[in-house]
């Protein structure tokens, strides 16, 4: 085992000694034997099986059948969710010839931060995350279920249901993906016609082409953002089956692996065989899989607050330190754009997840010794990938020895021969704040920006300003009151055409902010997640148009260069919003109000008592 995975894993597991062990005694406390739905009084049972089919009210009457819930985030707006429309009855099907019954226990809301990115919407974006979890806890308040096929892929749905499932983690829950659409466009391509329309070269007639030429059919975004780290994730941490992420939707393999995923989650419910509650998968062990996954890979900086926010459902404490030391020990083995000019699809045809876990664990760099919805060898099950059963009976998926090689040394490498020492990801400290800055996709030469600030509010004051010609020169862009507290912490993407064409023209550019800029974090240096946040006093509050701050990515710093003290300067007063009234948004005021900050995970949800000391990052 990698010394520094296992040190980081045993400080976690030290720091989390009270509160996992008041978790695990709260899980065990709610767990019981046979259907759950014993306990309930005729008319429950009788109300939550009056809709049924005779055959399942039958079984469900009878309490002999295990009972599935289904909790899902179909919408056909959204490609990544589109397809869950005939997941309900492959599964209802597969559940039948398993010997349980399925039920549709509740829909979750699933929005999109491609089409809110730089709109008022996106300042509900990341407490949806939480919305969703609030949502799915509704879905199985029921007590009808004894076990949880969780439906989603995107940003914030995938860590909600999560989040959500840890809450339940008496419940065996598994998680069932839709799959990435077929490659269009390349994303170089796209990101260039971007930054030509943001530059004025080309109107949006050709911008509209460029993008409905790269989002274009059912499934995920091929680019490696949040969505597909998501898929990572749940896969190397033990919470969906072997090579699930990445087969395309609406195929023959992808339908088999759903219907594999109900047979497996009947299995592993407590009227099978290998009775596995979420709360047994999702340990310290597993927090860290996930960590490290993060960095091999080059995932969603969003992952900094997610991962933090579903470790705490579980009683674990982490912090960026954490982070900050498993990228430090963990290489860069995948170029998958914005990191590398390949997607998902790529990446899956070049060994995928099974090459990419294969090799971390032949490095000492997972803990493989952890429990799985998969069952089996622990992490080894997940070395293998599935191919449909030509003869479809008993089981609809096999599953073969994935490949020990890469298939393409442009996409995914080796840890001995890696495409960076580190993971890319660093942790910065200084009298601006503490925050994360992704340098993956960032090209060395500008890891060190030290320039003027020009202090905005708003990102489209900075569009404002580069219309009219005034950021033809070295800056950093400081954007202040982008926390969760002041509008809900949006990605600010729209950004990122106009810092990478100035990057382009030899400016020394950068960003810092208490805001985000997720899984499409790209070539400019972005300090971002910056806390304490503006609306609290952080000292991003205090920095001034023309202060020189200095983004120094390879010493994890973030400063001003001031001969007064900054403390002892007035923080700005966020503006008034004049948009919180549109789009619903003033109802999340109560939300706002009480988030926490990036580093303990942005979340607005209640603590149990077990957590009380969880908000403290820094345990």
Same mark, same amino acid.
């Given at each position: ?9 045993? !400080?976690?597991?030290? !720091? ?9 005694? +709260? ?23 009056? $809709?049924?089919?005779? #055959? ?14 289904? %909790? ?52 509900? /974006? @990341? ?5 969703? &979890? ?23 749905? %995938? ?50 082409? &460029?993008? /409905? ?31 699930? /992420? ?19 989650? %009947? ?39 997610? #991962? ?10 982490? =912090? ?45 760099? @997972?803990?493989? +010794? ?18 449909? *059963? ?36 660093? #942790? ?33 004051? @900075? ?14 862009? %400081? ?5 969760? $507290? ?34 499409? /974090? ?11 946040? &503006? ?8 920095? !001034? ?18 001969? +007064? ?31 926490? *900050?990036?580093?303990?995970? &942005? ?9 009380? =000391?969880?908000?403290?990052? =820094?345990?």
């Amino acid at each position: 085992m990698n010394p520094t995975i296992k040190k980081v894993t045993d !400080r976690i597991i030290e !720091r989390s000694k009270k509160t996992r062990a008041a978790y695990l005694r +709260d899980c065990e406390q709610n767990m019981r034997p046979g259907p759950r739905r014993k306990r309930l009084s005729e008319g429950n049972v009788a109300h939550a099986s009056a $809709a049924c089919p005779v #055959l399942e009210k039958t079984e469900i009457l009878g309490a002999k059948w295990a009972n599935i819930g289904i %909790v899902t985030a179909y919408n056909d707006m959204l490609s990544a969710h589109q397809p869950f429309e005939t997941f309900p009855s492959i599964i209802k099907h597969a559940a039948r010839r398993a010997g349980a019954t399925a039920q549709v226990a509740g829909g979750v809301p699933a929005m999109c931060d491609g089409v809110t990115q730089g709109q008022d919407g996106m300042e509900l /974006s @990341l407490f949806s995350r939480d919305v969703i &979890a609030y949502s799915t806890a509704i879905a199985l308040s029921h007590d009808m279920f004894d076990g949880v096929m969780h439906l989603g892929v995107c940003d914030k749905i %995938v860590p909600g249901l999560l989040i959500a499932a840890l809450r339940y983690g008496y419940l065996p829950h598994i998680f069932a993906p839709a799959g990435p659409m077929p490659s269009g466009i390349t994303n170089p391509e796209k990101a260039k016609v971007r930054q030509l329309f943001a530059e004025g070269k080309v109107g949006r007639e050709e911008l509209l082409a &460029a993008e /409905s030429a790269s989002y274009h059919a059912p499934g995920t975004c091929t680019f490696y953002g949040t969505a597909n780290t998501n898929q990572m994730l749940m896969e190397i941490m033990g919470m969906q089956l072997p090579g699930a /992420s990445f087969v395309h939707p609406n195929t023959p393999l992808r339908d088999a692996i759903t219907a594999q995923t109900t047979r497996r989650l %009947v299995a592993i419910t407590n009227m099978g065989e290998e009775f596995t509650p979420a709360c047994n998968i999702i340990d310290e062990k597993a927090i860290v899989n996930g960590l490290v996954g993060l960095m091999a890979t080059g995932g969603s900086t969003n992952l900094t607050i997610h #991962l933090s926010a579903i470790a705490r459902s579980a009683g674990i404490i982490i =912090n960026w330190d954490d982070y900050a030391e498993v990228s430090h020990a963990v290489p860069l083995i995948c170029k998958i754009y914005p990191n590398g000019i390949s997607d998902v699809n790529h990446f899956h045809a070049a060994g995928g997840m099974a090459y990419l876990v294969n090799e971390l664990i032949e490095a000492g760099l @997972l803990n493989t +010794d952890v429990t799985t919805v998969a069952g089996g060898d622990g992490l080894h099950e997940y070395t293998r990938e599935p191919i449909k *059963n030509a003869h479809a009976d008993p089981d609809p998926v096999v599953y073969r020895q994935g490949p020990k090689e890469s298939l393409n040394h442009e996409i995914v490498s080796s840890v001995d021969k890696p495409f960076r020492k580190d993971g890319g990801l660093r #942790l910065l400290e200084g009298n601006i704040g503490r925050g994360v800055i992704k340098i993956s996709a960032v090209e060395e030469e500008h890891h060190l920006v030290e320039a003027p600030a020009i202090v905005i509010c708003n990102q489209n004051e @900075l569009v404002k300003m580069h219309k009219a010609g005034e950021l033809e020169r070295d800056f950093v862009a %400081v954007l202040q009151f982008q926390g969760p $507290a002041a509008n809900g912490m949006p990605e600010l993407h729209k950004l990122t055409p106009i810092l990478g064409a100035l990057q382009d023209k030899g400016f020394n550019v950068a960003l810092v902010t208490d805001g985000r800029m997720s899984g499409a /974090s790209g070539k400019v240096p972005s300090a971002i997640h910056i806390h304490p946040e &503006a609306l609290h006093g952080g000292p991003i509050s205090k920095v !001034r148009t023309g202060d020189i701050v200095r983004l120094d990515a390879a010493n994890g710093k973030v400063e001003v260069i001031t001969e +007064d003290n900054l403390r002892d300067r007035e923080p700005a007063i966020m503006p008034k919003a004049e948009n919180l009234s549109g789009l619903g948004m003033n109802m999340f005021e109560p939300m706002r109000s009480r988030a926490d *900050n990036a580093e303990a995970g &942005a979340s607005v949800l209640g603590d149990p008592h077990w957590a009380q =000391n969880l908000r403290n990052p =820094n345990g």
